[in-house]
């Protein structure tokens, strides 16, 4: 329809099989990566796997025994994982990217090396004038009373490159410890401070924003585990299970339960710095806001609005825009 999505404009589009982490493999072998241009003849481009896993297994036959060999293709920085939401009440399965290990796939110059896919493009009419720096995730996982599909970030102290980088799904999205705190050029760090001159422009956006502290641990069985300081620098655009002015006592938890908890933060800071943007109400994390002590613990909140903002040359990437042309 000629109309412009988040989908069709991310440079990655990353997605799995309905079965999730219970698929055939554990090693990944059921996701799939895809490079996106819109510009380019072939839009779409299945992306090879980086990682090969050779299984040996012995078998015997007429009192011999013979060696057969399983082989695993998977990629090394997304898997899939599962762990339990407390304010949901379901299982969540998730396809996990790890902001680490993607770093160092874009930089590796192998055939199955990301430095290609990041390079590609780069000159003539099919330009995107960037590198990667945008990731669509689309969880094939069913939504069931029992099972949430969504989408998680960990180990994302450090985001790739200058360029920034947008992770955009239409479930919710969970992240796992500090996110942008440092650039490569080392110098300094932004945790736990309000300075965001160590960061990259980011954005995230889903159905629901979870924060999980350094301390999360997917075995946890307790509602609300310790948690222990934290900093999510990154502009931040989703749903919210609004106030039901007909239900007494319904809450949507309001501004400083935008960024949704499930650990015990008391007397632990976590440090936001970026943009709340909520345009939606949510369709996948849909249950109500309950108080403090119940599946969490609220926080010492140190909050503020990032100025980098201001200036629409450190907007992240994907940034939705509205512009106005007025007749002379």
């Given at each position: 329809s000629n109309q412009l999505y988040i989908f069709n404009e991310a440079d990655l589009i990353i997605s799995n099989s309905a079965t999730g982490v219970n698929g055939s493999s554990a090693y990944g072998s059921n996701i799939t990566v895809y490079y996106e241009n819109s510009n380019a003849v072939s839009h779409l481009q299945l992306i090879t796997n980086d990682m090969v896993q050779v299984i040996s297994n012995y078998v015997a036959i007429n009192h011999q025994i013979f060696t057969t060999y399983t082989t695993n293709l998977f990629y090394s920085f997304v898997t899939n994982v599962t762990f339990y939401d407390y304010r949901e009440s379901k299982t969540v399965q998730a396809v996990q990217i790890d902001v680490a290990k993607f770093n160092k796939w874009l930089t590796n110059t192998t055939s199955s090396?990301?430095?290609?896919?990041?390079?590609?493009?780069?000159?003539?009419?099919?330009?995107?004038?960037?590198?990667?720096?945008?990731?669509?995730?689309?969880?094939n996982v069913p939504l069931t009373t029992a099972q949430l599909p969504a989408v998680r970030l960990v180990n994302g102290?450090?985001?790739?490159?200058?360029?920034?980088?947008?992770?955009?799904?239409?479930?919710?999205?969970?992240?796992?410890?500090?996110?942008?705190?440092?650039?490569?050029?080392?110098?300094?760090?932004?945790?736990?401070?309000?300075?965001?001159?160590?960061?990259?422009?980011?954005?995230?956006?889903?159905?629901?924003?979870?924060?999980?502290?350094?301390?999360?641990n997917d075995s946890v069985t307790t509602?609300?585990?310790?948690?222990?300081?934290?900093?999510?620098?990154?502009?931040?655009?989703?749903?919210?299970?609004?106030?039901?002015?007909?239900i007494s006592g319904n809450y949507s938890g309001g501004v400083e339960n935008f960024l949704r908890l499930l650990e015990n933060w008391t007397g632990v800071t976590l440090t936001?710095?970026?943009?709340?943007?909520?345009?939606?109400?949510?369709?996948?994390?849909?249950?109500?806001?309950?108080?403090?002590?119940?599946?969490?613990?609220?926080?010492?909140?140190?909050?503020?609005?990032?100025?980098?903002?201001?200036?629409a040359s450190k907007l992240p990437p994907l940034t939705p825009s509205v512009k106005n042309f007025v007749t002379p």
């Amino acid at each position: 329809s000629n109309q412009l999505y988040i989908f069709n404009e991310a440079d990655l589009i990353i997605s799995n099989s309905a079965t999730g982490v219970n698929g055939s493999s554990a090693y990944g072998s059921n996701i799939t990566v895809y490079y996106e241009n819109s510009n380019a003849v072939s839009h779409l481009q299945l992306i090879t796997n980086d990682m090969v896993q050779v299984i040996s297994n012995y078998v015997a036959i007429n009192h011999q025994i013979f060696t057969t060999y399983t082989t695993n293709l998977f990629y090394s920085f997304v898997t899939n994982v599962t762990f339990y939401d407390y304010r949901e009440s379901k299982t969540v399965q998730a396809v996990q990217i790890d902001v680490a290990k993607f770093n160092k796939w874009l930089t590796n110059t192998t055939s199955s090396g990301g430095n290609k896919w990041n390079l590609i493009n780069a000159s003539g009419s099919t330009d995107k004038g960037h590198g990667i720096d945008s990731i669509y995730v689309y969880n094939n996982v069913p939504l069931t009373t029992a099972q949430l599909p969504a989408v998680r970030l960990v180990n994302g102290a450090q985001l790739p490159s200058a360029d920034g980088l947008t992770v955009a799904t239409p479930q919710p999205l969970y992240v796992l410890g500090d996110y942008n705190v440092q650039t490569n050029g080392g110098g300094g760090s932004s945790a736990g401070t309000t300075n965001t001159a160590y960061t990259y422009p980011a954005a995230l956006m889903g159905d629901a924003i979870t924060i999980f502290s350094g301390n999360w641990n997917d075995s946890v069985t307790t509602e609300d585990p310790t948690a222990t300081a934290t900093t999510i620098n990154a502009a931040i655009l989703t749903g919210i299970v609004p106030t039901n002015p007909n239900i007494s006592g319904n809450y949507s938890g309001g501004v400083e339960n935008f960024l949704r908890l499930l650990e015990n933060w008391t007397g632990v800071t976590l440090t936001y710095n970026g943009s709340i943007v909520v345009m939606f109400s949510s369709q996948y994390a849909t249950n109500s806001w309950q108080p403090t002590g119940n599946y969490y613990q609220a926080p010492n909140r140190n909050w503020s609005f990032d100025q980098n903002f201001t200036d629409a040359s450190k907007l992240p990437p994907l940034t939705p825009s509205v512009k106005n042309f007025v007749t002379p």
